[in-house]
């Protein structure tokens, strides 16, 4: 599959902002554009049991994105407003069916446009989901591990998970991101997996009394340590696995202490926010709440232009990548 770099370049074509839309369609200027990990798992040109479809060849990359609307040939959307596409083309403008459309967004809320594809969008509802949802219930004063825990879902699911009065720690990819999720982000602790790559040591270090909830982002070695540390009726979110996501499956690493599931009385589930969609509303709200109170907090690293694409994707998989990835068109 080979892996993705900074350096990839890549090239792209618009739509024309005189061409025509069909009915129930909306013509959008694309704003901002979110990129995420499971993006590479799209493009791998198998189906191998990957969770999402794959790209066809030569077809225009698809992802969440903010856009104002040009055109509408649909009564419930007016010129000017702001709305949250999740399948718009990769590009400057773009026409996408109106019934896809997920909210209109309120451009005098006193909430940043990039927050609608970060802590009120898919990397936030994963976090929101898997804590919130599949981990429940989670008691005040549960040990909880996140992995990646400076990434896109990382940094809130930690947030939310001390809200509710955990004790949180991550792991992350560099000294900066240990730093960061314990000063920003309100961590209790976190460790550099490139230094402490004994994973079973560092999780005796730092669960001297075994790990109640893991969100796993990561799969892989991680996930196998966790398996050996983790406490009786423990809960286990399995948000994503991106240590095998440049990799066919023959490639990936086993878990080799699937036993532990069954003498702990483990739940281990894997989740797509798709599911939860029912939720959505309930997971705003509370976001909304938390984010204009202050009490969640978000990093953002913003890549300008359409042509840095494959740059900022190649970014999410290097321990440069830190918080939410998202292009900023115009």
């Known amino acids: ?23 129930q369609h909306v013509f959008l200027e694309t704003l901002f554009v979110s990129l995420d990990p499971y993006l590479r798992s799209r493009m791998t040109g198998r189906e191998d049991g990957l969770y999402s479809p794959q790209f066809n060849l030569n077809q225009v990359v698809s992802t969440f994105a903010v856009g104002r609307v040009i055109r509408s040939k649909d009564s419930n959307y007016g010129e000017g407003d702001i709305v949250l596409s999740p399948t718009a083309p990769v590009s400057e403008y773009c026409v996408v069916p109106s019934q896809t459309l997920i909210r209109k967004i309120d451009a005098d809320a006193g909430v940043p446009l990039p927050e609608y594809i970060s802590t009120l969008g898919v990397p936030g509802f994963a976090a929101w989901v898997g804590i919130q949802v599949v981990a429940e219930p989670i008691k005040a004063g549960s040990n909880v591990f996140i992995s990646a825990a400076a990434g896109a879902v990382g940094m809130y699911a930690g947030q939310l998970a001390k809200l509710k009065g955990c004790r949180v720690v991550g792991s992350t990819g560099s000294d900066e991101k240990v730093r960061l999720v314990k000063e920003e982000f309100g961590y209790d602790d976190a460790f550099n997996y490139h230094k402490e790559r004994d994973f079973d040591a560092a999780l005796s270090k730092y ?35 991106i240590s095998g996501y440049n990799k066919v499956w023959t490639e990936r690493e086993g878990v080799r202490n699937l036993l532990n599931l069954i003498g702990k009385d483990v739940k281990m589930q894997g989740y797509m926010v798709g599911s939860y969609l029912d939720r959505f509303g309930d997971f705003v709200k ?45």
């Open 207 to 241: 669960f001297p009394n075994g790990i109640d909830v893991y969100l796993d982002n990561v799969g892989g070695e991680m996930l196998e340590a966790v398996l050996n540390h983790v406490n009786q009726h423990a809960k286990i979110p399995l948000c994503g696995m």
């Open 286 to 330: 509370e976001m909304e709440s938390h984010l204009k109170q202050g009490k969640i907090s978000s990093k953002l690293k913003i890549f300008h232009g359409i042509d840095k694409f494959l740059e900022s994707l190649g970014s999410l998989f290097t321990s440069s990548n830190i918080g939410k990835v998202v292009i900023q068109v115009k």
């Open 1 to 23: 599959m080979g892996e993705m770099s900074e350096d990839m370049t890549s090239s792209s074509k618009s739509p024309s902002p005189s061409i025509r839309s069909p009915e």
